[in-house]
């Protein structure tokens, strides 16, 4: 009982009963078609320094009705971040990112590799650290049993079920590991348009790319005023810091 | 013999070059006009003569005038007494475009091997009609109209195109007129050129005369029979500048030719003369629609228009036809209107509309109505509504946009009796869903599931905390159990640990039998010796009163507790012989609790 209160404590944290009104009101406000009323509500209870998958999904509607198609999808992008595995929430960034000006043919993944990815996309963190808790907190209690059990027939089982549990949450612990390094990996959006991508950080290098807004663009380096980005089609090159906007 | 050949030869060369120079002496090549002095727009001759055979003419290029004709050229060959004469002129037909002093410049020839030129031509245009030499007294309108020569007859022959408005919004109809103008009779007629209308959707006014409607109208001070040749309604297809090319017709005119005899001069002479005519370039303006107020639902209509809506029935069964119909009237582009795109519920099987014109071309423009017949079959039944049709058009006259609201229909459709059919070949007649639009999913409501930002179960300290609980009690766990094991491989002490617990077992058993005197007693003594076994590690066997003080003993137990418990057995082992005790029951039972217990506190 002490250990659940311990394990959901930090799950259901005190989420302020100001911002939950603020969020109930914000989405009568977007019924209404008030999207401009309803961005702004969501917007302060984001500058009250909480947040979820929902409020930045609801943000990236309002946006998109209101035509800001990048801040849109910079709000789709976070509330992936916090869901990835919300089958609506990817739905509207397929969406929108039709929507953009710029074509931009991905490059090709190896199958092995997207499923993987898809795998451990497929829960949100906290998920994957609550089952991986529970699971070896579960395997600790079948190893305690198999230690002190003289009985043959319950001590082989609960050994397995201990050595499988055991297998399961270093499992979880690893796709928790992988899903953090895969959102370490710093994104941002294109809000400026048309942007020049340029081949060195400085306003005289060369234009290498006429990009508009809307695209995604992966972080590479930070230098000051400038970053150097790499599109989805992998071509590279430098952007001034003030065209993009981080995820 | 050589002599008399080289004479001849010189003769002969004499000769030759005799004739050469009468030959080169003759030859002229001269240009000249037929007057001088013209006004812009008429028409003058100018001839290039030569005498003898030239080739290679050039013509100066006619700087500030249009050629009407030419080159024309005419050979003639005179004979006389053996002297034969050969010239050749070359004649232009130009007209002086604008005023002023214009000099016609030199042509060239090569003439027996000789480059000739001639000398240049100065022009004084002067501006408009120039003074008509002619037309004397006859001024009469009808046929005798005038008689002059062939190179005028621009003035008294004309086709002009007149439109009745040049400057015209996109899509907006131009009544495009040819008109005839004529002051000669005209014997026929051929049409030669129709213009392309090139930039217009042109629509010909039917006439039902087959002649031409004569009429005397005045143009430039001047009358004449006029005829409207060609009448035409166009509709600009897009805005900007467009030009109608001309229109080109050959008329063999009759144009009176002066008097030759009394004969001629009583009766009036005349000649057939064809001549060419071409209607001047009209340029027409056409300004695009403004798209400040275009109306959403706009399909191009320009002019003025109603409309009416209607259908044939509001109450019908699935799988019936339902007939939609529209009627667009007025006056305007009624054959350029675009589908009307009407929204039907989009369970409505819809087809495509049948069109019906009924458009009249006149004079005036183009009127009429067009109606849209659109066949419609609900496949399922319940209520539904069609939207009113909202039917916009451009006014040309106000320069606005105007919108036509049309009605609301609600067709209740009833179950049909082919629906049956469907259901029974359902797996056959499925239908797709239809896409009709895509959009972003719906907003989340319910619970915002809110968290501090920057905070996630998964960094915080509890989750390490609580990870690395079940592996630490784990190993506790491994540990405190291997120290049992070792403490269990000890035989001896296990079972002297053990021993008080058999005590007490067999003290609970005793307690129950109370009252049960032999079985009591043996209970005691069982429970105590077998405590004592235990306790000592001697078997129950070897166990008597004198291996149990000398072991107690041994292990330093107080003098007076051993006696105790010699005593309290040998009181059990009485009691199980006699009837006679010195104690209870009850006593020899607390007795043996408490001595035990004394054991057990200091072994």
């Not at chain 2, 003369?273 to 959403?296: D, M, Q, R, T, W």
Request: proline content about 4%.
């Amino acid at each position: 009982m002490c250990l659940w209160t311990v394990i959901l404590l930090p799950l259901c944290s005190s989420a302020s009963e100001q911002s939950e009104d603020l969020f109930t009101r914000a989405n009568a406000l977007y019924a209404k078609a008030q999207y401009q009323q309803a961005l702004n509500s969501y917007q302060k209870i984001i500058a009250a320094g909480e947040h979820s998958a929902a409020v930045y999904f609801n943000m990236g509607n309002a946006s998109y009705k209101l035509g800001d198609l990048p801040s849109a999808l910079l709000y789709y992008e976070r509330a992936h971040r916090l869901s990835p595995n919300d089958e609506d929430i990817n739905a509207n960034i397929r969406l929108a990112n039709s929507k953009t000006r710029d074509k931009i043919e991905e490059l090709p993944e190896f199958f092995l590799s997207r499923w993987w990815t898809s795998v451990y996309l497929s829960f949100s963190a906290n998920v994957f650290a609550v089952c991986s808790v529970i699971l070896l907190l579960a395997a600790s209690a079948f190893l305690i049993v198999y230690f002190f059990a003289h009985r043959i027939t319950i001590k082989k089982p609960s050994f397995f079920i201990a050595v499988t549990f055991f297998a399961l949450g270093f499992c979880a612990i690893f796709m928790l590991s992988q899903q953090i390094s895969y959102f370490d990996q710093k994104h941002a959006i294109v809000f400026n348009s048309p942007v020049y991508v340029k081949s060195a950080p400085a306003e005289t290098a060369r234009d290498l790319l006429l990009i508009h807004e809307g695209v995604k663009v992966t972080v590479l380096e930070d230098k000051q005023q400038w970053l150097r980005v790499r599109l989805a089609n992998g071509s590279e090159g430098w952007m001034k810091a003030a065209d993009l906007k981080e995820i | 013999m050589y002599k008399r050949m080289k004479t001849r030869y010189y003769i002969t060369l004499l000769l030759f070059l005799c004739t050469n120079f009468l030959f080169a002496q003759d030859a002229r090549f001269t240009a000249s006009v037929s007057s001088t002095q013209v006004g812009t727009g008429e028409q003058f001759e100018v001839t290039f003569s030569v005498n003898g055979n030239g080739d290679r003419f050039t013509p100066p290029d006619f700087n500030g005038f249009q050629v009407l004709s030419g080159p024309n050229v005419s050979n003639s060959i005179t004979s006389i007494n053996g002297n034969t004469t050969v010239s050749n002129a070359y004649s232009y037909i130009l007209a002086a475009v604008k005023e002023g002093t214009i000099t016609i410049g030199t042509a060239s020839m090569v003439v027996n091997g000789r480059r000739l030129l001639t000398s240049p031509i100065r022009m004084t245009v002067v501006k408009g009609q120039p003074v008509q030499q002619n037309n004397q007294a006859q001024n009469a309108p009808d046929n005798s109209i005038a008689e002059e020569a062939p190179a005028d007859l621009s003035k008294s022959l004309f086709i002009r195109a007149v439109a009745d408005q040049t400057t015209v919004y996109q899509g907006q109809q131009i009544v495009l007129t040819y008109r005839l103008y004529t002051r000669v009779g005209i014997v026929d007629s051929r049409l030669d050129k129709l213009p392309d209308l090139t930039g217009f959707w042109s629509q010909e006014v039917k006439d039902n005369q087959q002649q031409a409607q004569w009429r005397v109208e005045t143009y430039k001070g001047q009358k004449y029979n006029v005829a409207d040749v060609r009448q035409s309604i166009l509709f600009a297809e897009h805005s900007g500048n467009i030009t109608i090319d001309p229109f080109e017709m050959t008329f063999i005119a009759r144009v009176t030719a002066p008097a030759r005899d009394i004969m001629d001069q009583f009766f009036g002479s005349y000649k057939d003369v064809k001549y060419a005519v071409k209607s001047p370039p009209l340029v027409i303006h056409v300004k695009p629609l403004p798209e400040n107020g275009k109306p959403a639902g706009f399909t191009g209509a320009v002019g003025n228009f109603t409309m009416s809506t209607d259908v044939d029935k509001t109450e019908l069964k699935a799988n019936e036809s339902l007939t939609y119909k529209v009627k667009v009237s007025g006056s305007g582009n009624i054959k350029l209107l675009k589908d009307l795109n009407v929204n039907f519920p989009p369970d409505f099987e819809k087809y495509d509309p049948k069109i019906t014109d009924t458009v009249t071309e006149s004079t005036k423009g183009v009127s009429g109505s067009r109606l849209y017949t659109f066949l419609v079959i609900p496949r399922h039944q319940g209520d539904f509504k069609i939207d009113p049709l909202q039917f916009s058009y451009f006014n040309p006259s106000t320069g606005r946009y105007v919108v036509l609201p049309g009605k609301t229909f609600s067709i209740k459709v009833n179950r049909g009796t082919a629906e049956s059919n469907v259901t029974a070949f359902s797996a056959v007649n499925k239908e797709d869903v239809k896409v009709l639009d895509k959009d972003i999913r719906y907003i989340k409501t319910g619970e915002p599931g809110l968290s501090r930002k920057g905070e996630g179960f998964y960094s915080s300290p509890w989750y390490f905390l609580l990870l690395a609980a079940g592996p630490l009690a784990c190993v506790a766990a491994f540990i405190y159990r291997n120290r049992e094991r070792r403490n269990n491989s000890d035989v001896v002490k296990v079972k002297s640990r053990k021993a008080g617990k058999v005590a007490a077992r067999h003290l609970a058993i005793a307690e129950k039998l109370l009252g049960n005197r032999n079985e009591f007693y043996e209970a005691i003594f069982k429970g105590l010796y077998g405590y004592l076994s235990a306790k000592l590690n001697i078997s129950v066997a070897d166990l008597n009163r004198e291996t149990i003080s000398s072991a107690l003993n041994n292990r330093m137990i107080d003098q007076n507790l051993v006696a105790q418990l010699l005593e309290t057995l040998d009181i059990c082992e009485m009691a199980r012989y006699s009837p006679v005790t010195s104690m209870s029951e009850q006593e020899v039972l607390e007795k043996a609790k408490t001595i035990i217990n004394r054991i057990e506190d200091e072994i």
